[in-house]
């Protein structure tokens, strides 16, 4: 299914619509899916660390893996990635957020990162999340406004704080 939206001059965007995604619980049997996705939106930024093995990619998703905080992205009705933000402490824990290579780069991960910093803004609670070092990713989260907090040779840490509530405007 074509996600891209036309503009008035007749020209596609490569946006998705936002009536083309939504997300939908994970159960148990999507685990194999999305571990395979880890995998291949991993890959790269792992061998370049030195750090890919293509079994234990998959494992620790296996590992790690909560149906219950994770949703399934889906464009047009088909599978198209994953995220999870589990709930921890004072706030959230954003992982395994995954797009298939196909929906990268065409809005899509900022719609969705949208859609679940507005829940958590909701609730006032800040956001971290691990990014590899040297990810494209990092761009998206910090368009986001996550900032960094801490690294280590393999993962940098990133935390949002919550935005506030938009002020009403008092009437006389």
Known sequence: MDTSTEAPDGTRSGRPDAADWALRPAVPGDIEVIAELRAVVMRPDLERLGRYDEHRV??????????LHTSVIEVGGAFAGCVTLRPAGDGWWLEHFYLAPHQQGRGLG??????????????RAPVRLHVLQGS?????????????QSRDPIDITLTRPPRPAPSSLNEY
């Open 58 to 67: 998959r494992q620790r998703l296996r590992d790690s893996f909560s149906p």
């Open 110 to 123: 900022s719609a969705v990162l949208r859609a679940l910093l507005e829940r958590t803004d909701t609730e």
């Open 136 to 148: 494209p990713a990092r761009r998206l989260y910090e368009r986001h406004g996550f900032t960094e």
